[in-house]
């Protein structure tokens, strides 16, 4: 599909933003409360995000994921991408988790994986990300925009049990315990 149908797609569907129609209790408390935060209960390093002078979209992302790693206890953490490195430190002021950047060597071990922008992926990575941690998260950037980070989207939605699409950003959870689902949303 073409990237404006999508964005068209993503604009007339996006009506979980405020939880309507999620039947999850633990997507309802995510969406609310994690990926929206409309209690203003998490805090941020802004002293760092001055220094790395982040721009409003990487700092969107950036507290999006810190606030992700947080909520779920993430212990052993992957960023791959750019921007991995200031994510990296960004992420160890706000979380004692262990955090690689990107080494696709350490996949298997993560039970919370960032894939950003400008890493090529080639497959037998994406097969690696998947055989390892059976409960985890994977948040993937630009994924209607480019070849590869679009691909493998597509290719791991429909493995997934829940896909969380923010048309600029996806989340993907693989965790069974979790009652199926996907949404749409606007960050």
Not at 62 to 86: D, P, Q, T
Request: glycine share 4%; charged share 25%; proline share 3%.
């Amino acid at each position: 599909m073409s990237y404006l149908k999508e964005r068209i797609k993503h604009a007339i569907r996006f009506r979980h933003k405020r939880g309507y129609g999620v039947h999850s209790p633990f997507m309802f408390h995510l969406i609310l409360d994690v990926i929206r935060d409309k209690e203003k209960q998490f805090t941020y390093p802004e002293i760092l995000e001055q220094e790395n002078s982040l721009n409003p979209r990487e700092k969107k992302i950036f507290r999006l994921l810190s606030r992700l790693v947080r909520y779920l206890n993430v212990r052993k953490m992957v960023c791959l991408g750019r921007n991995a490195e200031k994510l990296c430190r960004y992420l160890q002021q706000v979380s004692d988790a262990e955090i690689w950047v990107n080494r696709l060597d350490t996949i298997t071990d993560a039970d919370f994986i960032y894939v950003g922008r400008d890493f090529p992926l080639e497959g037998s990575a994406f097969a690696a990300i998947l055989q390892a941690n059976p409960q985890r998260c994977i948040v993937v950037a630009d994924i209607h925009k480019k070849g590869v980070h679009a691909r493998l989207w597509h290719q791991w939605v429909e493995k997934a049990t829940v896909s969380v699409d923010m048309m600029w950003y996806g989340i993907l959870f693989f965790d069974e315990r979790i009652q199926v689902g996907r949404y749409n949303l606007i960050i």
